[in-house]
């Protein structure tokens, strides 16, 4: 950022002799470097339909092409959208765990931490009826984020390519006097050719319908870290499916947050996304909100 050809606010400084320097500039001068104050994240990447989708089954293959270590606070989402209205996300993190009871916050069952695993959350809603916990899973009813609730499984996860998928079981609970149906989230593990079940969620209706506008997100969560610290990798999302059929996506856009530095980007093939991050980006071609740095990448 510059004011009066004077470097100011956030940024990135390329040296001469080729090394960087990330933080808070003034007046042309560097102040300190960039702490990363969670939940960040470091980029969105909106996609969308032509319409919204009735589905069965939704699925994303997800690739990631560097090992991410275990100290990270890192998790990494393809699904983030609505269903029947509702909001909801899911993913894989690098550290996590849960609550055995879904009566938690009233019996007093304590956190247990699982590592690495797979999540898979909903908005809008506290009722512990509104979840089905997996074998050895774990789950969450709180508010800290708006009311939301979630399960998750152990999933040790690394580098190498996952099948996730969200599946209406047809299952029906009454909640509130309305009627919902369970959705399940399931994770299938190329290398080792096995399917983890994250648990099920509730949503209201029995035939379920995909909003046309999905993102997926990265985000560093939990601590407070500095920037030579946040992974750096690749990763792809692909092979995008509803009932198994292959999906067009258009209007793609990445968009990231002004106030941390530019840390990721995003380029497409065909339907195919891909993500970098850990490392500064910039571009001429960004537009920008109050809030937000975009870049349209497909039309």
Known sequence: QVYKNQKKGIGTEFLEDGSIQTGYFEN???????????PWHLLDVDYEFNHDMPFEKFSIDLTIKKEIDDSAFFYIAPFSGKINGVGFYGGIQTQGG???????????SPFSSLGRIGIFSRWGI??????????NGRC??????????????????SKGTYTLSIINTRESVTIDSVLHSYIEMSIYNHQNKETVSLG?????????????RNFGFIEHYSSYEKLDNIPKGQITLNKIKIDDKLQIIHNVWDLSEKEYPIWARSSTEG??????????????DYGETNTFYFNQIKE
Request: charge should be negative; aromatic fraction near 12%.
């Open 200 to 212: 099920k969620l509730a949503f209201p209706g029995t035939e379920m319908v995909l909003d046309k």
């Open 140 to 157: 969450e009813s709180s508010g800290y984020e708006g009311d939301f609730v979630s399960v998750r499984n152990s999933l040790n996860w």
């Open 271 to 284: 339907n195919k996304i891909k993500i970098q991050f850990g490392h500064p980006y910039a571009g001429d």
């Open 98 to 108: 849960g609550y055995i009871s879904p009566n938690h916050n009233t019996d007093g």
């Open 126 to 135: 506290r009722d512990p009826n509104a979840m089905k916990i997996a074998s």
């Open 28 to 38: 042309d001068t560097f102040l300190g470097e960039f702490i990363i104050a969670p």
